[in-house]
């Protein structure tokens, strides 16, 4: 493996960003080993960029970077001593400079993947379905915006063929910012909800903003979409590429029928798609998660692989921690699904839980960014689970009051509401009982995984 990235050199970096060097020409023309913005994971020949935070400013870092084996740094002032670097107006966006120079490097197809709920489990499935026949790097975590896309176009190596980049915004202008570091060869939009309501208002403002992701698109690049999406469905070319739609029915160019649940253990179907039709199973399961092995089977039908090598790329996929996740702990079974929040995935969950066994217990907290709707979209959640076959709510947080106000409202009488994430746990010890099977969901911010761990050993 070469751990060298591929033309990321001081005088390169200088150029790309506008900036100046200072340091022995000897260093000039070394490529580095690695990008940081985290001082603390700075090794040999890595390049440091240090950002300005809310508690502290990388700068102060760069001393201490260069004890670790940094080759050099970018400032945005002139520094004292010896010590290498490259002067810049802004490292911030130097850093995002860098990124799109360092993916043009490389020439490898990348697949940009958007949309208000659904984003990493399709991106999960997209990349099990390509890394069937390519070398597939893929964004971890919450690595999205304009700090952690280009984070994750850094971990890029020339044994990489693919890349599968999560793209995730919350304001107007932004997916612009990032699809011109991307420039994708394929874009996919899962769907057009609710969410970041702050700042993009209603659902047609978060089109706008979403499909601003076409703008960086490659002159001969695919775009897929979700056509059971009201929204979606009225895109009807960009620059002359048609997209590719997945659904429900036979109007989309790739479809499932015969679609069987097999409740918590994922779903039997038939896909239909321009190449041909097969069975296959999707190990994780929700309907949601047979749109995005539909959305897969699109980007590996666009990137060459056979049929067959789609089928088991979707039927190999691993579920990750906090996006549907079963946990079982003996006493317990966890539907770890804390790793985000908005109306629309959290009514999609409680579906599901609706498949489980024994008593079903719903572990619910705030979510976040939905402006002025606020209350009464928690007001809905509550309304919705006392429609469901809910026996018990845990609700958490200054929101999640008005969850469980309306679930009570309506019926659900096992209702609890705790101000506090830590008072929650607390009480839990009194109101779980074994056997139990527990969703946790939330927006990230409130920190859910904290419950997930505490039930794991409870």
């Not at 070394?30 to 390049?47: A, K």
């Not at 970018?74 to 290498?84: A, F, R, V, W």
Request: glycine share 10%.
């Amino acid at each position: 493996m070469n751990n060298r990235m591929k033309n990321i050199t001081m005088k390169n970096v200088a150029d790309v960003c506008g900036g100046t060097c200072y340091g022995p020409e000897t260093l000039l023309n070394q490529e580095v080993s690695s990008i940081w913005t985290d001082s603390r994971r700075v090794e040999e020949g890595s390049l440091f960029i240090p950002l300005k935070g809310e508690r502290t400013d990388g700068h102060v870092y760069i001393e201490q970077v260069f004890e670790k084996g940094a080759l050099f740094t970018l400032s945005e002032h002139m520094l004292q001593g010896d010590n290498p670097y490259v002067l810049v107006k802004s490292t911030y966006q130097a850093l995002k400079d860098i990124a799109q120079f360092y993916l043009e490097q490389l020439k490898i197809p990348v697949v940009g993947i958007t949309g208000s709920v659904g984003k990493t489990s399709t991106k999960e499935m997209v990349a099990s379905v390509l890394s069937q026949k390519f070398c597939t790097l893929k964004t971890d975590g919450n690595f999205n915006n304009e700090v952690g896309l280009p984070l994750t176009v850094f971990r890029l190596r020339e044994e990489h063929q693919a890349a599968v980049l999560e793209m995730g915004i919350s304001q107007f202008g932004e997916m612009l910012r990032l699809t011109r570091i991307v420039k994708p060869d394929i874009a996919v939009i899962t769907n057009i909800g609710l969410c970041h309501l702050e700042n993009l208002k209603n659902r047609d403002g978060v089109l706008k903003a979403k499909t601003e992701i076409f703008e960086g698109l490659k002159e001969n690049g695919a775009i897929i979409l979700n056509g059971n999406d009201d929204k979606l469905c009225t895109v009807k070319e960009y620059r002359g590429i048609r997209p590719l739609f997945y659904g429900d029915g036979g109007a989309c160019g790739i479809y499932v029928d015969e679609v069987e649940s097999l409740g918590l253990k994922g779903t039997k179907c038939c896909m239909h798609t321009p190449a041909g039709s097969f069975r296959t199973r999707i190990p994780v399961p929700g309907f949601h998660m047979v749109q995005n092995a539909m959305a897969a089977c699109g980007v590996g039908l666009k990137m060459g692989l056979k049929l067959q090598e789609i089928q088991r790329g979707i039927e190999t996929l691993k579920p990750v921690d906090g996006r549907d996740k079963l946990i079982e702990t003996g006493r317990f079974t966890i539907l770890d699904s804390c790793y985000n929040a908005n109306p629309t995935s959290m009514e999609a969950v409680i579906d599901l839980l609706c498949y489980a066994p024994g008593r079903k217990v719903c572990i619910l907290g705030d979510m976040f960014e939905l402006g002025e709707e606020e209350k009464e979209l928690h007001k809905k959640i509550g309304y919705y689970l006392s429609e469901k076959k809910i026996d018990v709510l845990i609700a958490v947080g200054q929101l999640g009051r008005y969850i469980a106000d309306a679930a009570n409202e309506r019926g659900l009488d096992v209702c609890w509401h705790f101000a506090e994430k830590q008072e929650a746990m607390e009480n839990c010890k009194a109101i779980l009982k074994d056997g139990d099977f527990i969703l946790v969901k939330a927006s990230h911010s409130m920190g859910f995984s904290d419950i997930v761990s505490f039930l794991q050993n409870a």
